[in-house]
Nanobody, 117 residues
């Protein structure tokens, strides 16, 4: 059974930084793309960033709203994907989820990120 566990969320002031982690188990981590999504109160879940499976060269993609501020990376030895968030804004406040697999068939439980103004 595939499991994803996010951590690293919290409360931060605008302009600050946080690093989210997502630890995966139950599948060969390096073979699958990984993504981060977020859902703010009263809004639909939205794409944040993605990183491809490793043997393709681990290409990354970002939502326009986070491009230049967030960085996604993966450590295959630790079966973990990271989301480094910098220059945080109040509008980045949301529950952040990681997802794995083709079509993102597996999701974590989410971690809360709150950015105060």
């Amino acid at each position: 059974q595939v499991q994803l566990v996010e951590s690293g969320g919290g409360l931060v002031q605008a302009g600050g930084s946080l690093r989210l982690s997502c630890a995966a188990s139950g599948r060969t981590f390096s073979n699958y793309p990984m993504g981060w999504f977020r859902q703010a109160p009263g809004k639909e879940r939205e794409f944040v960033a993605a990183i491809s499976f490793s043997w393709s060269g681990s290409t990354t993609t970002y939502a326009d709203s986070v491009k230049g501020r967030f960085t996604i990376s993966r450590d295959n030895a630790k079966s973990t994907v990271y989301l480094q968030m910098s220059s945080l804004k109040p509008e980045d406040t949301a529950i952040y989820f990681c997802a794995s697999g083709y079509g993102y068939d597996t999701w974590g439980q989410g971690t809360q990120v709150t950015v105060s103004s």
